[in-house]
């Protein structure tokens, strides 16, 4: 039926018009197929116990600070991210996580998801890159502008996001040349992260196997705090 028709029939009165708000929600089918989280989060070792105390430490000041968490893959930085998140998540903040590639996006919405959402539903992951429809990012924007969801996993241009009382910007493998935004208008999502987290007064924390030679001269030249 074309729009004119439906008009000419709500006009008439044989026929309703109503607005309904139908949310997508990106990966919702699929993130389980990711790297599972459980729920329990298990027990440090004595390098993350450190690495989460002074995580912890520079979120308790509620002030902008940039701390370089410097781990081996397979050192368990990722449970390092969860802890800082669910604290920032219990004290009602924002968070946006961000990754190199598109393609990292479903296993880190899975672990996400997996984690928070089990722990409370309130902890909605939203998705946001550019591959998405939309539709969908519409969604996801409108999940995070009123405060629905309050974390947001995504390529570079989720730094952008509209997230409410912003206390955290994770960046994954932050040495990667794949937060440089080639076309116009160039920037360094990892650069941004750090700027945004300044101009709320958030923690940006950095983790890389092998950090770039930007952050360790931002970590010599006192910066940035240093995790090993």
């Not at 389980?32 to 390098?47: F, I, R």
């Not at 794949?178 to 941004?192: C, F, I, L, N, S």
């Not at 196997?209 to 001269?217: D, G, R, V, Y």
Request: proline share 5%; aromatic share 6%; glycine share 8%.
């Amino acid at each position: 039926m074309s729009p004119e028709s439906a008009a000419a029939l709500i006009r008439r009165g044989l026929a309703q018009e109503e607005a309904q708000r139908v949310e997508r929600v990106a990966y919702e089918d699929d993130w389980s197929k990711g790297e599972l989280v459980v729920t329990a989060p298990p027990e440090l070792n004595p390098d993350q116990a450190a690495a989460v105390t002074a995580v912890e430490r520079a979120l308790a000041e509620k002030k902008f600070a940039t701390c370089l968490l410097h781990g081996v893959t397979g050192s368990g930085k990722t449970e390092v991210y969860l802890r800082a998140m669910e604290r920032v998540l219990r004290a009602g903040g924002g968070v946006i996580f961000l990754v190199p590639e598109v393609a990292l996006t479903p296993q880190t919405v899975g672990r996400l998801r997996g984690r928070l959402e089990a722990v409370a539903p309130s902890h909605r992951c939203v998705v946001w890159h550019s591959h998405l429809s939309e539709g969908e990012r519409l969604d996801g924007w409108l999940a995070l502008a009123t405060g629905e969801a309050r974390v947001v996993v995504g390529a570079r241009s989720a730094v952008f996001a509209p997230v409410g009382n912003l206390q955290l910007i994770v960046v994954d493998e932050e040495h990667e040349p794949a937060y440089k935004q080639d076309e116009m208008p160039r920037y360094h999502g990892r650069d941004v992260a750090v700027v945004r987290a300044k101009m709320a007064g958030a923690v940006c924390l950095l983790g890389s196997a092998t950090p770039s030679l930007e952050s360790f001269a931002n970590v010599e030249s006192g910066k940035y705090r240093y995790c090993p």
